[in-house]
């Protein structure tokens, strides 16, 4: 009996500090989950991310995570009344790109991430066949624009984010931090700067669904909270507007991007167990000067299951 008593401690305290360091998530975003029928700029994208939890190599970092990202975004535009010199407020374009982010935990609630994406824009990225087989299944109309899409252009990108806590309450249910980020490449140039706030039932950034730290997490503490984060991003280029970088496209011509863009977005995430969801929406003002309306807003959804 003695013996049984101490094979079930043991498979107990080893259940307790298994730590899981695997994970895979899927995530789409869509204006339809707004419940507008709106149809309309960035309107459709989906990833899956695999995410790998690696060992610490200093006392100062608590967690380091492996982020390798694959998808696609679709962004469409409003045709123009006639009399225009414009068809389409907003070029067609699809997206395509794989990514690898790390991320590095720090002792004092800071988080520094290096991202590299390879992304390619124009037909090659396969935005209107997608669209297309998305709207047949739906039984949804059919999308005219897509003959007038960027050209195709292949480039890489590099980035850089910071997150930093600013304050959290005593009981962890109340959290405000600062969060910056910039890229550098041929698809995108762009900077911005954020202040997250959460509340709710919270766990460290080195733990949390908010900042995937939760993949090697060996809590088994329930996380769920709301969010909100205010934004503002300054963009130098945006390939999905413009064409790539360095590469011929009259839409260089036609169209002028917004240097600022501000930018809401609201939502919840929960993390119990093995599993992970959230939902939140997003709104904007509009990326280029020829857009008809001067907001944008869409959904996102995501599930992520730990391994």
């Not at 107990?12 to 360091?21: E, G, L, Y």
């Not at 995410?51 to 380091?64: A, Q, V, Y």
């Not at 698809?187 to 911005?192: C, T």
């Not at 970088?245 to 501000?262: A, F, R, S, T």
Request: hydrophobic share 35%.
């Amino acid at each position: 009996m003695y013996v049984c008593l101490a094979i079930c401690n043991v498979k107990h305290s080893w259940s307790q500090t298994k730590n899981i360091r695997h994970e895979i998530v899927i995530q789409n975003d869509n204006d339809v989950y707004l419940l507008t029928s709106q149809d309309r700029y960035y309107t459709n994208g989906i990833n899956i991310n695999y995410r790998l939890g690696l060992k610490s190599d200093t006392s100062r970092i608590k967690n380091r995570i492996l982020d390798v990202e694959f998808g696609q975004k679709m962004y469409n535009g409003i045709n123009l009344s006639a009399g225009r010199s414009l068809q389409w407020d907003r070029p067609f374009a699809g997206y395509l790109y794989l990514s690898g982010e790390l991320n590095q935990y720090y002792n004092d609630e800071q988080i520094l991430s290096l991202k590299v994406e390879l992304g390619q824009v124009g037909p090659l990225a396969k935005g209107r066949e997608v669209q297309k087989v998305i709207h047949q299944v739906f039984n949804m109309y059919e999308v005219s624009g897509w003959n007038q899409e960027v050209s195709n252009a292949f480039g890489v990108d590099l980035g850089v984010k910071y997150q930093k806590l600013i304050y959290r309450s005593i009981n962890h249910s109340f959290e405000i931090s600062g969060m910056s980020s910039g890229t550098l490449g041929m698809n995108h140039i762009n900077a911005h700067v954020g202040l997250p706030i959460r509340w709710g039932r919270l766990r460290s950034f080195s733990h949390s669904v908010f900042t995937k730290g939760h993949v090697q997490s060996r809590s088994n503490d329930r996380e769920l909270f709301l969010y909100y984060v205010p934004a503002v991003h300054f963009v130098g280029y945006n390939a999905t507007i413009q064409g790539g970088l360095g590469h011929h496209d009259i839409n260089k011509e036609q169209y002028q991007i917004e240097k600022i863009i501000y930018s809401h977005k609201i939502g919840f995430m929960l993390a119990n167990g093995r599993s992970s969801l959230g939902l939140s929406y997003t709104f904007q003002s509009r990326e280029a000067k020829e857009m008809l309306y001067k907001t944008h807003q869409y959904g996102t959804i995501f599930y992520g299951l730990r391994f």
